[in-house]
Structures are given as C-alpha cells and as structure tokens.
C-alpha cells in the first residue's frame, strides 16, 4: 500500500480525490490510499478525507507519495519539496515552466531513487486515441493543430506554449520529433484575449503548425487539418465514450511506476517525449519574447 495526498484542491485536484476514493476494482490504483489532502483554503473534510498542513504531508511516515494539482507556476516548488522529502510524486502537465526545471527535477527524482510521474491524459483520451489510429501509417504533407479555449492566467499557468503543452504532446506523438521554426504572440490584454502561432518541421522536413487562442466565450475545442499523400484529414474521428475516465487510466500508471511494473524502455521514452516537448515550449517562448 501507498499512502498518498493530494495538493491542490481545483478541478483536477478534485478528480484526483474521486478516483482515489473510488479504485476499479482489481487495479493498480488498489494500492493506492488516500491519507489527507492540502489546499490554502480552510476546506477541513473533502469527501470524508482529512485536511493535513504541507509540513504535515511533507513528514508524515504514512504519506508515501504525492500528486500536485495545483497551478503551473507552484508545480517546480511541490514536487521540489516532496521529492526532497523523499516521496514519490505525480504532477498533473506542464511537469515544470522550463525546461531546466524540468531537467533539474528529474535529475533529483533520480538521485532520491523516487518515482517522478508527469499525467498527460490528453494522450489517453478516446478523442486521441482514434486520431492516432487514423493517421498511423499515413505520410504526412502539412498539418495545423488550433485550439480554443477560454482565457487562463499567465501568471498562475505560465506562457502559453507550456499551459497549451497537450497540443505539442499531440503533435509530438503523433508526427515525432520536430523543430520549431518560428513563432509569434498576438494578444489584446483589455480584451483577455491571445493567440500563440507556432510553425515546425518534421523529421521529414514537413510543415506543421500550432495556433492556441484564446479569448472569453471561446468553445474548448480542437480542430485539425492533416493533409496526407493519401488524403487530407479536416475532421477529428468519432470516439466512443470511454470505460475508464482519462485521470483513471493515468492514476493507474502511476501506480504501477510504484509497483515497479512499468519497463525501463518505457520510461526512458516517456521522459525523452516530456523533455522533447518541454524543449519546444522554451524554445516557442524564446521566439515569441525576441
Ligand atoms: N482541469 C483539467 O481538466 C486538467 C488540468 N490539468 C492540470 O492540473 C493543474 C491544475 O489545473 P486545474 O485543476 O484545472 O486548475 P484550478 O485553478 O482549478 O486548480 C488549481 C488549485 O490549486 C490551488 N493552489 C495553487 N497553489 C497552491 C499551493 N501552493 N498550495 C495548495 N494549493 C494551491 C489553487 O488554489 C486551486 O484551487 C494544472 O497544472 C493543469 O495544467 C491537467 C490536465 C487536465
Ligand atoms: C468545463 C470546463 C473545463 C475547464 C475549466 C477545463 C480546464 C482544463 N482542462 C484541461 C485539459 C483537459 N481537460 C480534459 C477533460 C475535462 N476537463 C474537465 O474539467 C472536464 C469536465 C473534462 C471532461 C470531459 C482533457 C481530456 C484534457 C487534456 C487536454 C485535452 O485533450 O484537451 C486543462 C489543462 C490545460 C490544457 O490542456 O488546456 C485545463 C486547465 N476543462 C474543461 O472542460
């Protein structure tokens, strides 16, 4: 058994605490056990778990892990502390503004012999999981990636290339390693709105492009348009609903990173992924600030 405790109680903080309190039977996430949870605010009992302090948390001998659902910006300091602290950890996505944080991080996780584990459930999503299928085994010409989305926080979420990680995380699984070759922001501080333009190459030396806006009443939405040797794709695939929830399917890695299931191979290639797409991030912001 873990003893874990989450930090950070917003929507996914939330869902964390659900899931906990509600295993799939005969799943890794069994052992996992929910011991208390952080939050600023005086929240006292969630769903019949206990509100513990972070020095609390940081030196309980029962707290064996810790899943950090707070703000981008707090991300580099939680996992800091607790990995120090010598607990394993998950952090929900962006893992680190920086990719030297990043680095940092992983090298302490490391050091401490602990379980460092970043959730990108946008790539456990059915919505993906078709996309994936559709476009594995086809030859790419050029592609753009847009998304929309309300307005977020730059302070709290940090740049827009590192909150709107998923959208490279897709590209990056779905075409491999790419090169950014230019990016721009456009943005309308009175109005809250922004819109990141970021263009890369593949591998092959094909163009692919990202657009993040985002602006209030804006629809969370995602749009593509892959042109293919074989055809062009204008529309995500339908999915089916999914049996098992996205933050479910994620808790269960997790847990199985503890139980020490997960292959070596695999976690080397997660890393590579999560670091390639940190890279990109820094170097989008790099572009956009120069
Ligand atoms: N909402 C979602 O569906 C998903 C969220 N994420 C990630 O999860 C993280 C949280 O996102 P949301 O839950 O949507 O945001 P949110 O704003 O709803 O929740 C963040 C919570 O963290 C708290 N917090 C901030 N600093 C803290 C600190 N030092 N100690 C304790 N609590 C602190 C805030 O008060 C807030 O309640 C972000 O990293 C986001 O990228 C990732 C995938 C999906
Ligand atoms: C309704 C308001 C709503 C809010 C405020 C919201 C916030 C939100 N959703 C996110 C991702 C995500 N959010 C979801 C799914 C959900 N997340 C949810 O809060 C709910 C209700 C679902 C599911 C049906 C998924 C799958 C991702 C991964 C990225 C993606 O594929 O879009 C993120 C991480 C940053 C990002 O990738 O943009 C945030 C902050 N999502 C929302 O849907």
């Keep these: 058994m873990f003893g874990v405790v989450v930090v950070g109680i917003g929507i996914a903080g939330s869902v964390r605490i659900?899931?906990?309190?509600?295993?799939?039977?005969?799943?890794?996430?069994?052992?996992?056990?929910?011991?208390?949870?952080?939050?600023?605010?005086?929240?006292?009992?969630?769903?019949?778990?206990?509100?513990i302090s972070l020095q609390e948390a940081l030196q309980s001998n029962e707290i064996d892990a810790a899943l950090i659902c707070t703000d981008n910006q707090n991300h580099e300091q939680s996992v800091r502390s607790f990995l120090e602290a010598g607990?394993?950890?998950?952090?929900?996505?962006?893992?680190a503004l920086s990719e030297q944080t990043a680095q940092e991080l992983w090298q302490l996780a490391e050091q401490k012999g602990k379980v460092?584990?970043?959730?990108?459930?946008?790539?456990?999503?059915?919505?993906?999981?078709?996309?994936?299928?559709?476009?594995?085994?086809?030859?790419?010409v050029e592609g753009v990636l847009h998304f929309t989305g309300g307005p977020v926080d730059e302070q709290k979420f940090g740049f827009p290339s590192f909150s709107g990680i998923a959208r490279l995380t897709w590209l990056v699984d779905l075409f491999g390693h790419l090169t950014v070759t230019s990016a721009r922001k456009e943005e309308n501080e009175k109005e809250k709105s922004s819109k990141l333009t970021a263009h890369f190459t593949t591998a092959e030396n094909r163009p692919l492009s990202w657009i993040e806006e985002r602006a209030p009443g804006l629809k969370r939405e995602k749009k593509v348009r892959f042109t293919f040797k074989s055809g062009i794709l204008e529309t995500l695939p339908p999915a089916p609903r999914a049996a098992v929830g996205p933050f479910m399917q994620d808790q269960n890695?997790?847990?199985?990173?503890?139980?020490?299931?997960?292959?070596?191979?695999?976690?080397?290639?997660?890393?590579?992924?999560?670091?390639?797409?940190?890279?990109?991030a820094e170097k989008i912001k790099h572009y956009c600030q120069h």
């Design 116 to 140: 460092l584990h970043v959730e990108h459930i946008e790539l456990l999503t059915e919505e993906f999981k078709q996309l994936k299928k559709e476009v594995d085994g086809k030859e790419l």
């Design 18 to 51: 659900r899931d906990l309190l509600n295993p799939l039977p005969s799943s890794p996430s069994e052992s996992l056990k929910l011991q208390g949870f952080v939050s600023r605010r005086d929240l006292g009992e969630c769903h019949g778990v206990r509100q």
């Design 87 to 95: 607990k394993h950890v998950l952090v929900e996505y962006p893992m």
């Design 253 to 280: 890695l997790f847990a199985q990173k503890l139980l020490g299931q997960v292959p070596k191979e695999m976690l080397a290639a997660e890393k590579r992924r999560i670091l390639h797409c940190l890279d990109l």
